[in-house]
């Protein structure tokens, strides 16, 4: 059975920063790419942040670019994504995914299990 827990969300001030993290079991994970979502009340689900398998490349959508940092620790399961200078608009629950294939993409169909989701507030 393939479980994905993120940790790592709380209450932030703006410009602040935190680090999200996404542990993985039940599959291999250094094949496969990895991303974090995010979905605002009332709002649905938009990309963040993925990384491909072995080789590591990132993608990041616009909003986050220069601001987060995503990474993978192969030996450990676990992927990151470190958010600094956090804006109000960040605020959402952020969720980790685990791609079908190596590659890393900002579709939401291109991946396969999903985390139950953390909560990041950003207060202004």
């Known amino acids: 059975q393939v479980q994905l827990v993120e940790s790592g969300g709380g209450l932030v001030q703006a410009g602040g920063s935190l680090r999200l993290s996404c542990v993985v079991t039940?599959?291999?994970?250094?094949?496969?790419?990895m991303g974090w979502f995010r979905q605002a009340p009332g709002k649905e689900r938009e990309f963040v942040s993925a990384?491909?398998?072995?080789?590591?490349?990132?993608l990041h959508a616009d909003s986050v670019k220069g601001r987060f940092t995503i990474s993978r620790d192969n030996a450990k399961n676990t992927v990151y994504l470190q958010m600094k200078s956090l804006k109000a608009e960040d605020t959402a629950v952020y969720y980790c995914?685990?791609?079908?294939?190596?590659?890393?993409?900002?579709?939401?169909?291109?991946?396969?299990?999903w985390g139950q989701g953390t909560q990041v507030t950003v207060s202004s």
């Open positions: 039940g599959r291999t994970f250094s094949t496969y790419a």
């Open positions: 995914a685990a791609g079908y294939y190596k590659v890393a993409t900002n579709r939401a169909d291109d991946y396969r299990y």
């Open positions: 990384i491909s398998g072995i080789t590591s490349i990132q």
